[in-house]
T-cell receptor
Framework: EAGVAQSPRYKIIEKRQSVAFWCNPI?????LYWYQQILGQGPKLLIQ????????DSQLPKDRFSAERLKGVDSTLKIQPAKLEDSAVYLC???????????????FGQGTRLTVV | DAKTTQPTSMDCAEGRAANLPCNHS???????VYWYRQIHSQGPQYIIH???NNETNEMASLIITEDRKSSTLILPHATLRDTAVYYC??????FGAGTRLTVKP
């Protein structure tokens, strides 16, 4: 079974530039998550999708971050404009969804390491 | 913020059992407890999860207290490859800082 695919693996940009990350979840997984992981910290949930609808984006800095999952499959996360403090690993994860059950186990991609200089 | 609290770090001798505690005193009745681990430069890897009953799989055992306010992940025979950061989370999928487990020869 193919895992969660993310690209690119690495990205270096200058501050105030824009950047986009792509995620293709495991086939059939209705739930998709984006996380930001700063060095030395645990992953921080940015946004959760259920199919193409947003379930939780309370921790997404909406002034500069945006995410979409138009067809309920793959997803993109964008930062515009980037700041130095956005340097982190951006992780995508996906899980199955069963009605009546809050969540199932999530499977993570390898992440995209972003460096803002 | 995460609903779980864990010790920052723990050590374990190779071949011995590693017991990693987690507190989740505000867990809701229908929320599961999940454990993941993260080895340097990789995405978190799912280990095990449970609701009320104790669970065991090929990787680990999960012991959940009767009041569901805490749990313990047990790695029965720790190896050097089990050195990682271990995260305990509930169904809201919000991670804390986790426990850095170091398995020593």
């Amino acid at each position: 079974e193919a895992g969660v695919a993310q690209s690119p693996r690495y990205k270096i940009i200058e501050k105030r530039q824009s950047v986009a990350f792509w995620c293709n979840p495991i086939s059939g997984h209705a739930t998709l998550y984006w996380y930001q992981q700063i060095l030395g910290q645990g992953p921080k949930l940015l946004i959760q999708f259920q199919n193409n609808g947003v379930v939780d984006d309370s921790q997404l800095p909406k002034d500069r971050f945006s995410a979409e999952r138009l067809k309920g499959v793959d997803s993109t996360l964008k930062i515009q404009p980037a700041k130095l403090e956005d340097s982190a690993v951006y992780l995508c994860a996906s899980s199955l969804f069963y009605p009546g059950r809050w969540n199932t186990e999530a499977f993570f991609g390898q992440g995209t390491r972003l460096t803002v200089v | 913020d995460a609903k779980t609290t864990q010790p920052t770090s723990m050590d374990c001798a190779e071949g011995r059992a590693a017991n990693l505690p987690c507190n989740h005193s505000t867990i809701s009745g229908n929320e599961y407890v999940y454990w993941y681990r993260q080895i340097h430069s990789q995405g978190p890897q799912y280990i095990i999860h449970g609701l009320k009953n104790n669970e065991t799989n090929e990787m680990a055992s999960l012991i959940i207290t009767e009041d569901r306010k805490s749990s313990t992940l047990i790695l029965p025979h720790a190896t050097l490859r089990d050195t990682a950061v271990y995260y305990c989370i509930v169904s809201d999928m919000r991670f804390g800082a986790g426990t850095r487990l170091t398995v020593k020869p």
